[in-house]
């Protein structure tokens, strides 16, 4: 499978900037990538006071890479970028192998428990 890391430094960023951040993935982000075709699945992780990122992994080569390649375009107004006011780190990367234990995956972490 294909990835890709997306990440912003929160290093500088201000106190309610994850805040934001999770508003906008719960408002406008999930259902933007709930239908991008050739997506796999999206996680979006963060480390508070150091870290926001989206992980992505893709069905073949040739999705990431467009992805990749429509992102990096516009990397400088994205989202994320306009909120903390820094450039990504855009990283592609191997997955070797998901599972999905017998707990199941969540969708969003504010609707369910």
């Given at each position: 499978?294909?990835?890709?890391?997306?990440?912003?430094?929160?290093?500088?960023?201000?106190?309610?900037?994850?805040?934001?951040?999770?508003?906008?993935?719960?408002?406008?982000?999930?259902?933007?990538?709930?239908?991008?075709?050739?997506?796999?699945?999206?996680?979006?992780?963060?480390?508070?006071?150091?870290?926001f990122e989206g992980t992505y992994?893709?069905?073949?080569?040739?999705?990431?890479?467009?992805?990749?390649?429509?992102?990096?375009?516009?990397?400088?107004?994205?989202?994320?970028?306009?909120?903390?006011?820094?450039?990504?780190?855009?990283?592609?990367?191997?997955?070797?192998?998901?599972?999905?234990?017998?707990?199941?995956?969540?969708?969003?972490?504010?609707?369910?428990?």
């Amino acid at each position: 499978m294909f990835g890709l890391s997306v990440r912003w430094s929160l290093a500088d960023a201000g106190t309610e900037s994850l805040e934001d951040l999770r508003s906008y993935v719960e408002e406008e982000s999930f259902a933007k990538f709930a239908g991008l075709e050739g997506l796999r699945f999206k996680t979006w992780r963060a480390r508070e006071g150091e870290w926001f990122e989206g992980t992505y992994v893709f069905v073949s080569d040739a999705a990431r890479a467009a992805f990749q390649q429509d992102f990096e375009a516009k990397a400088a107004t994205a989202p994320a970028t306009e909120r903390l006011g820094v450039s990504p780190t855009i990283e592609p990367f191997e997955v070797v192998a998901v599972v999905r234990g017998p707990a199941g995956f969540r969708s969003a972490a504010r609707f369910e428990s």
